[in-house]
C-alpha cells in the first residue's frame, strides 16, 4: 500500500512520518485490499484554537471506493492516533456489512458518525492539500477538488467542492455515509433522477431532500 504523507502550513517530522508508516499494518490488517492511504497534517495558527492546533486528515482508497475520516488535537501524534481509530472503526464497519450481505443477513440502520462517497479509483490528488488557487472558478473544479475564498476583510471563509454524484438508491446512500465522517450525503436518485441529499437528524433517524425546478414540475404535471 501506497502511504502519502503531506502538511498544510506545516512541516512534516521524520517521527511523525515513522509513526504514521509504523501503524499503517492496522489498515491493512482490515481491508487487505487498500491500495493508497493518503494523511494530510494540518496546523491551525489561531491560538484561540490550541486544544485543537493540529488537525489529521486520512484517506484510504480501497478497490472503487473511498473511506475517510479526521481528527483534531493539540499535538499531530494524539490526533493521528484519534483519526486512525475513526478510519478503523469504519473500515470494520464495511467489512462486516460486506459478510452480512454475503450470508444474506438483515442490515441494521445505518450507525453513527456515517456518510460516504464513491471514487473511480486511486487517482493521484492534482496538488498536495487537493485544493486549488482560490480565484479558480466552481468550473474549473476537477472531481474532488476543492477551493476556498474568503469574504471580504472578514474572517469567514467559504469552502466549495465538486463532488461528482452518482445515481443510486436511497438506501446505498445511506449506506454510503458509512465510509465519511459527515452529516450528508448527495447523489442522484436512480427511480426520480433527481439531485438528492440524504442527511441525518436525530438517533436512528434520517431525511431526505430531493431537488427539482418548477419547469421540470410542470413538464410532468406537477
Known amino acids: 500500500?501506497?502511504?502519502?504523507?503531506?502538511?498544510?502550513?506545516?512541516?512534516?517530522?521524520?517521527?511523525?512520518?515513522?509513526?504514521?508508516?509504523?501503524?499503517?499494518?492496522?489498515?491493512?490488517?482490515i481491508a487487505p485490499d487498500s491500495q493508497r492511504v493518503q494523511v494530510v497534517l494540518t496546523h491551525e495558527g489561531n491560538p484561540r484554537q490550541a486544544d485543537s492546533a493540529q488537525r489529521v486528515e486520512m484517506t484510504v482508497w480501497a478497490g472503487k471506493t473511498v473511506i475517510r475520516a479526521e481528527a483534531s488535537s493539540a499535538d499531530e501524534f494524539s490526533a493521528f492516533d484519534k483519526a486512525l481509530d475513526r478510519l478503523t472503526l469504519r473500515l470494520r464497519r464495511i467489512r462486516d456489512r460486506r459478510k452480512d450481505h454475503r450470508r444474506g443477513l438483515e442490515i441494521d440502520p445505518v450507525p453513527e458518525e456515517v456518510l460516504v462517497?464513491?471514487?473511480?479509483?486511486?487517482?493521484?490528488?492534482?496538488?498536495?492539500?487537493?485544493?486549488?488557487?482560490?480565484?479558480?472558478?466552481?468550473?474549473?473544479?476537477?472531481?474532488?477538488?476543492?477551493?476556498?475564498?474568503q469574504v471580504g476583510d472578514t474572517p469567514i471563509v467559504i469552502r466549495r467542492k465538486l463532488h461528482i454524484a452518482e445515481?443510486?438508491?436511497?438506501?446505498?446512500?445511506?449506506?454510503?455515509?458509512?465510509?465519511?465522517?459527515?452529516?450528508?450525503?448527495?447523489?442522484?436518485?436512480?427511480?426520480?433522477?433527481?439531485?438528492?441529499?440524504?442527511?441525518r437528524r436525530h438517533g436512528w433517524s434520517y431525511g431526505v431532500f430531493e431537488i427539482d425546478t418548477p419547469a421540470h414540475g410542470k413538464q410532468h404535471g406537477k
Open 117 to 149: 462517497e464513491q471514487s473511480k479509483g486511486p487517482a493521484e490528488p492534482e496538488n498536495p492539500d487537493n485544493s486549488i488557487h482560490q480565484d479558480a472558478m466552481a468550473s474549473d473544479l476537477g472531481p474532488g477538488q476543492s477551493v476556498e475564498v
Open 167 to 199: 445515481p443510486m438508491s436511497i438506501d446505498d446512500a445511506l449506506y454510503q455515509m458509512e465510509l465519511i465522517g459527515h452529516d450528508f450525503f448527495l447523489f442522484v436518485n436512480v427511480e426520480t433522477g433527481r439531485p438528492s441529499v440524504v442527511y
Open 1 to 29: 500500500m501506497d502511504i502519502v504523507i503531506t502538511g498544510r502550513h506545516t512541516q512534516i517530522k521524520q517521527k511523525f512520518r515513522d509513526v504514521v508508516e509504523g501503524k499503517m499494518n492496522r489498515v491493512t490488517a
